[in-house]
């Protein structure tokens, strides 16, 4: 049984064993980070320079196992009613198992009942259709924006497609 949890920073070891290669990497944090691979002090310090404004909240998806994924809720409006999801990775042995919907709905669920938001949102890269078949899985849809956000990695135009959870 998956249970969620906020991030500790002993967790990261686990977290960046999971960014296996740099294309996996940036699917996962796009240009957040710098330098691949990723340290466990580098997230860390990442995640310790964030938390200081009271609105962004790394969480830890664990299991009689031990860390089984990770992401991060972050509220994107000073009054704390819109929370984007973000940094959505689940252990590359558990993938197409259900750990990400179940973590997921962990993260709905606390970010509904416990934070009260008043609605959910996330992006992910075009490139990475299991995430996004994940996501339609749990009730987020893909809405159209004005403009795609878009990040340059590999020379390349990577769009993200923007996606809201269903009331």
Known sequence: MLRLRPYKPCDAKAIVSWLGDEF????WCADRFEHYPLTEEALNAH???????DAFY?????DEN?????????????????????????????????YGKEMLNLAIHYG??????DSISLGVFENNPAAF????????????LPEKESYHVFGKEWL???MVLEQ
């Open 133 to 144: 078949h994940c996501y339609q899985a749990v009730g987020f849809r893909e809405i159209a």
């Open 24 to 27: 996996s990497f940036r699917q």
């Open 58 to 62: 790394p969480m830890t998806a664990y």
């Open 160 to 162: 993200c497609r923007e």
């Open 112 to 117: 509904k009942h416990l934070l009260k938001a």
């Open 66 to 98: 031990g860390v089984q994924g990770h992401m991060i809720l972050r509220f994107t409006d000073e009054q704390k009613a819109h929370l984007r999801f973000g940094f959505v990775i689940v252990n590359p042995l558990l993938r197409g198992k259900g």
């Open 47 to 53: 995640y310790d320079a964030q938390r200081l404004n």
